[in-house]
C-alpha cells in the first residue's frame, strides 16, 4: 500500500492503495466517480476510457502509480454542466441505448476533437473503433460526431 | 440534487394534502390486469400516474430499462390517453411490485405489446376522472367538457389545470372500461419523442447495477471451474488472504437450470483487491471427467444425431411420398455456433441478506423473480424482501436469469454483510449459459415450374425448456424462427433433441438467431437451382399473406430491386417474424480493402402501431449490429472450455465495421408488435446471400472465416 495522489477534474484525491491498481478502480471504488465503467479488464473495450493530460487512455491496465502529478478527467468532469459539444449532439441524435459504454464513447471522441477539430471520416473511425458498443449505437455515434464538430464551428 | 428535492418536497406535500391522483392496475384473479383506484383502495405508492396540486405530472414506469427504450415507449402511451405533454412530465421507475404491476419482466420484445391496451386504459381513466372532476365543479355534464394538454376544457371556453381538480379527482372511482382515444387521434403515439433516460446516460449520473455502494458492503470477484460442471479441486486460502484488502474466502454456488455449479469467492474491501485475492487462489480444478469435449467432437455428435427423424414439429401435407417420388431434389446443412451475451455491463449484483428480510439492487430484467428466487429458497415471507432494480448495462437476455443473485446471496449469509458480486469479463463469457450451436438440415424438391413442392427442416440442437431429465424429445421451441408462412403444400419441420452438460438459454432473438440463417439461406438455394430471382420468388410465395406481401412489395420499390443491382455488388434478402413484427431486410456488399464488406442493410418493417419510431429504428440498428458480430464470431470449446475467454478472441462488431443502416417503418393500425430482436434473424442470412450473388459462394457455416469473406 502506498499514498498516491490523484487529480481527477481538478480535484486532489490522496488515497491509501496499492500502487499497481489500474485508475479505473480508483476512480470507481474510492474517489466515488461511477461514470466510467468496468468492461473487460484488458484495455479492449474502451468502456473505462477517461483522459490522462487531454488524452484518452484505458484506465482499467493503467497502474495509479504512473498516472500520479498527471491531470485525469472523467465523463463528470468533461462539462461543468454537460453542455460539451458531444454531449449536446449525443442527446441530439439519441444516441445511447442501454448507455454502458457511452462514457467512454464521450471520452474517446471529446480526445479526438480535442486534438483534431475537423477529423476526417477515417481518424473517426480509427479512434472510435477502439470503444464497444453491444447495443450497436455506432450509426449513431457517427452522426452525433459530426453534428458536434458542427456545433463546435457554430 | 436540487431539482431531485424539490420534486420530492413537491411528492410529498402532495401527498399529504391528499392532492394526488393515482390509478393503479392491479390483476385479478384471473391474471388480467382491471384497472383499480388506488386511493380509495388506501395504497398511495406504488402508482402509474401522479399529479401534483402544482400540476407537476409523474409518470411511473414498471419495465426495467436495458437499452430498449420502452423507459420512454411506455409512459408515452400513458401520456397519449391521459392527455398530457410527454415531454413535460417525469418518468419514474415504478417499484418492482407484481401485485400491482403483474409481470415487470422485459424479454421477448413483449413490453409495448403486452402493456399497450393497459397503459392506454391506465390513461384513459385518469382522464376521465379529470374530465368528471371538472364538470362536478363547474355544474355542467361531463359531455360538454375535455381534456387537453394537461387541462379540461369545456365548451364555453372555461378552463381548468389538472393540478386544481386532482383533489376531487383522486376520491373518485377509478371507471373500469374508460373511453380510450381515437387511434386516427393520436399525437403521441407514432411521433418520435427523445428518451428521458437519455441525458444521465451522456454525462456519468446514469446509475446501473454495478454502480451501486451500500454501507458496509463487500466487493466479490468469483471463479468458476473453466470446464462447466467441474468440481473443486484445491486452492491457497492464505494466500489470497494475505492480500491487502482481501477480507474473507468463500466457496459458493449457483443454479443453472436445476444443476448445481461450484464457484470460489474472495471478497475485500474494494473490487480491485477481490480480483488480486482471486489470482492469489490458485484454485485446482477437477475436470470432473468433462476435459474431452470440442466444437469438433459436438458437430459430429449432432451429425450423426442428423440421421434421426426425430420429432415432427409442423407438418403441411405430406412431404416425404414427395421425397419417395424423387424429382430435382436440393439439400443443404448449416452450422451454427455457441454464443456469449456479454453485455457490455458484467454480470454483477448487490444483495443484503439480514435476518428474515432480504435487500437486492442491481441489472435484472426479471425483478419480481428475483424476489420470488430469495423467497423460495431462504423462506423469507416476500413482503420483506426489498428489489432495487436500476438500469441495466443490456441484457440480451442473460439478466433474465437468478444464478448470479444466488450466489451473492449465499456469500451475504457466509459473511454476515451485504456483497457486491461482479464477475470479471472471462467468467461472463465462458461459464454461459450460451445461445444454443445448431445443426440445420434442409431438403426439397423443386417441380418442373421450378415451385418448392416439397420442403424438410430438420434442426439438430439442444432445447432452453429441456436441458435435464429423461424426456429426450424435441419440443417446438426449438423451431422458433423457420418461417412457416410461405405456401409451401407439403413442408415439414422436424427438432432432434441434443442434451450437453453445456447450459443454454435465452440470447437475443432466441432460436430465431439461429434457424432462419439455415431456412432463409435454402430459400436462397431453391430461388438459384429454380433461375428465380430470389425476392420475386419469396414473393410467390407469399402472395396470400397480406403483411409480408406488402413488405416485399414496398422492400423492392424502395431498394429498386427491379432495377438491378449496382455494379461491383451483390444483394441478399432474407424474412423473418419474430415477437409479431414482420421483417423484410436486403443486404448489399462490396469487395473493399481484400474483404467483401456489407456496405448497406435496408430494412423494412412492420410492427403494427409503432408507439415510437426513433426507438424502434434503433432497435433495429442494434439487433442488426449484433447480429453482425455474431456472423463474425462464435464461441469454441476446447478440452471442455471456452477458448475465447475476452473480447480480445471474441471481439463483437466494432465501429469500422459497422455498415449503413436504413429502416422504413410501414403504417399499420393493427395493435403492436415487439420490436426489439426482429432486426437480428435476417442479417446473418441476407448477408450469406449478398456474398454467394456476389462471388457464387455459398457459405453454410457461422461464424464466416476470412477465406468466406476473401474478396
Not at chain 2, 155 to 180: F, H, I
Not at chain 2, 221 to 237: A, M, N, Q, R, T
Not at chain 2, 277 to 288: F, M, P, T
Not at chain 2, 308 to 337: C, I, N, W
Request: aromatic share 6%.
Amino acid at each position: 500500500m502506498a499514498s498516491i495522489q490523484l487529480r481527477i477534474n481538478g480535484g486532489i484525491h490522496t488515497l491509501d492503495v496499492d500502487p499497481q491498481m489500474p485508475l479505473l478502480w480508483a476512480i470507481r471504488d474510492f474517489a466515488g466517480l461511477t461514470g466510467t465503467k468496468f468492461g473487460c479488464g484488458i484495455g479492449q473495450c474502451g468502456a473505462c476510457t477517461v483522459h490522462l493530460d487531454g488524452v484518452a487512455v484505458k484506465s482499467c491496465t493503467l497502474p495509479v502509480s504512473v498516472v500520479q502529478g498527471k491531470s485525469i478527467t472523467t465523463i463528470e468532469g468533461l462539462s461543468p454542466d454537460q453542455s460539451h459539444p458531444l454531449q449536446q449532439a449525443w442527446i441530439e441524435e439519441q444516441v445511447p441505448q442501454c448507455g454502458y459504454c457511452q462514457s467512454g464513447q464521450i471520452m474517446t471522441a471529446a480526445a479526438l476533437l480535442k486534438k483534431n477539430p475537423r477529423p476526417s471520416d477515417k481518424e473517426v473511425s480509427n479512434a472510435m473503433s477502439g470503444v464497444y458498443c453491444r447495443c450497436g449505437t455506432y450509426p449513431r455515434i457517427k452522426k452525433a460526431i459530426t453534428k458536434a464538430i458542427t456545433l463546435s464551428k457554430s | 440534487m436540487k431539482k431531485i428535492k424539490r420534486r420530492e418536497f413537491i411528492q410529498l406535500s402532495a401527498l399529504a394534502s391528499g392532492g394526488l391522483l393515482v390509478v393503479g392496475v392491479a390483476p385479478s384473479e384471473g391474471g388480467e390486469q382491471k384497472i383499480v383506484n388506488l386511493v380509495n383502495g388506501g395504497q398511495s405508492l406504488n402508482q402509474f400516474i401522479s399529479i401534483g396540486t402544482d400540476n407537476h405530472v409523474i409518470l411511473y414506469n414498471h419495465r426495467p430499462e436495458m437499452g430498449q427504450g420502452t423507459f420512454e415507449s411506455m409512459p408515452m402511451v400513458l401520456a397519449e390517453e391521459l392527455e398530457v405533454d410527454i415531454n413535460n412530465v417525469e418518468i419514474r421507475p415504478s417499484e418492482a411490485n407484481e401485485s400491482l404491476y403483474g409481470s415487470q419482466m422485459v424479454v421477448g420484445s413483449r413490453s409495448v405489446q403486452s402493456e399497450f391496451m393497459i397503459l392506454r386504459k391506465m390513461g384513459a381513466a385518469a382522464r376521465t376522472m379529470l374530465v368528471a372532476a371538472a364538470a362536478q365543479k363547474w355544474s355542467v355534464p361531463e359531455t360538454e367538457c375535455s381534456a387537453k394538454a394537461g387541462m379540461v376544457v369545456h365548451e364555453s371556453g372555461m378552463q381548468v389545470t389538472y393540478g386544481e381538480l386532482v383533489e376531487t379527482a383522486s376520491k373518485m372511482k377509478a371507471p373500469e372500461n374508460p373511453k380510450l382515444k381515437d387511434p386516427k387521434s393520436f399525437t403521441i403515439i407514432g411521433k418520435s419523442t427523445r428518451r428521458q433516460d437519455i441525458p444521465v446516460k451522456t454525462n456519468g449520473k446514469a446509475i446501473f447495477g454495478i454502480d451501486v455502494k451500500v454501507p458496509g458492503m463487500k466487493y466479490a470477484c468469483i471463479e468458476h471451474c473453466p470446464v462447466w460442471l467441474g468440481k473443486i479441486g484445491s486452492y491457497d486460502k492464505n494466500a489470497a488472504l494475505k492480500v491487502p484488502g482481501v477480507t474473507h474466502v468463500e466457496e459458493t454456488q449457483r443454479t443453472v437450470w436445476g444443476r448445481k455449479v461450484d464457484a470460489v469467492a474472495v471478497l475485500g474491501d474494494n473490487y480491485w483487491s477481490a480480483m488480486q485475492g482471486k489470482k492469489a487462489l490458485n484454485v485446482q480444478w477437477d475436470d470432473n471427467g468433462l476435459g474431452g469435449i470440442n466444437s469438433a467432437t459436438i458437430v459430429n455428435q449432432f451429425r450423426e444425431e442428423a440421421k434421426k427423424s426425430g420429432e415432427v414439429l409442423h407438418s403441411v401435407g405430406d412431404t416425404e411420398s414427395v421425397f419417395q417420388r424423387g424429382g430435382t431434389m436440393v439439400e443443404a446443412s448449416y452450422e451454427l455456433p455457441y454464443q456469449a451475451h456479454v453485455p457490455m455491463e458484467p454480470m454483477n449484483v448487490v444483495v443484503n441478506m439480514t435476518e428474515n428480510a432480504a435487500e437486492f439492487w442491481g441489472s435484472t430484467q426479471h425483478p419480481n423473480g428475483v424476489r420470488t428466487f430469495l423467497s423460495t429458497k431462504y423462506g423469507i415471507p416476500r413482503e420483506n424482501i426489498r428489489i432495487n432494480y436500476t438500469f441495466m448495462g443490456g441484457g440480451f437476455g442473460r439478466r433474465s436469469m437468478t444464478d448470479v443473485v444466488e450466489e451473492a446471496a449465499d456469500l451475504s449469509l457466509k459473511i454476515n454483510a451485504p456483497v457486491k458480486l461482479i464477475w470479471p469479463r472471462e467468467e461472463d463469457q465462458t461459464q454461459g449459459p450460451f445461445r444454443n450451436c445448431s445443426l440445420n438440415v434442409c431438403r426439397a424438391v423443386l417441380n418442373s415450374e421450378g415451385n418448392i413442392e416439397a420442403l424438410e427442416h430438420k434442426i439438430v440442437t439442444q432445447e432452453i425448456n429441456n436441458q435435464t431429465g429423461d424426456n429426450n424429445k424435441a419440443g417446438r421451441q426449438i423451431m422458433g424462427g423457420v418461417t412457416t408462412e410461405y405456401q409451401i403444400p407439403n413442408m415439414t419441420v422436424r427438432g432432434v433433441l441434443q442434451k450437453l452438460h453445456i447450459p443454454i438459454s435465452y440470447w437475443r432473438a432466441v432460436y430465431h438467431s439461429t434457424n432462419p440463417f439455415a431456412h432463409e439461406s435454402f430459400i436462397d438455394e431453391l430461388a438459384f437451382k429454380a433461375g428465380k430471382d430470389p425476392l420475386e420468388f419469396r414473393m410467390s410465395m407469399m402472395q396470400n399473406h397480406e403483411r409480408y406481401n406488402r413488405l416485399l412489395n414496398e422492400t423492392a420499390r424502395i431498394t429498386n430491386w427491379r432495377s438491378g443491382k449496382r455494379p461491383g455488388t451483390g444483394r441478399g434478402v432474407a424474412l423473418v417474424e419474430r415477437s409479431g413484427a414482420h421483417f423484410v431486410m436486403v443486404v448489399e456488399v462490396q469487395k473493399k480493402e481484400g474483404l467483401i464488406r456489407p456496405v448497406k442493410v435496408t430494412t423494412v418493417i412492420d410492427v403494427g402501431i409503432c408507439v415510437n419510431p426513433d426507438t424502434v429504428k434503433a432497435q433495429v440498428e442494434g439487433s442488426v449490429i449484433m447480429g453482425l458480430g455474431a456472423v463474425y464470431a462464435g464461441l469454441t470449446v476446447n478440452n471442455g472450455r471456452i477458448v475465447e475467454q475476452n473480447f480480445d478472441r471474441y471481439p463483437i462488431l466494432k465501429f469500422n465495421q459497422c455498415p449503413e443502416i436504413e429502416t422504413h417503418i410501414l403504417e399499420s393500425t393493427n395493435a403492436p408488435d415487439g420490436a426489439g430482436e426482429a432486426g437480428l434473424p435476417t442479417i446473418a442470412p441476407a448477408f450469406a446471400n449478398a456474398i454467394f450473388d456476389l462471388t457464387g459462394r455459398r457459405i453454410r457455416k457461422l461464424p464466416m472465416t476470412q477465406e468466406d469473406l476473401k474478396a
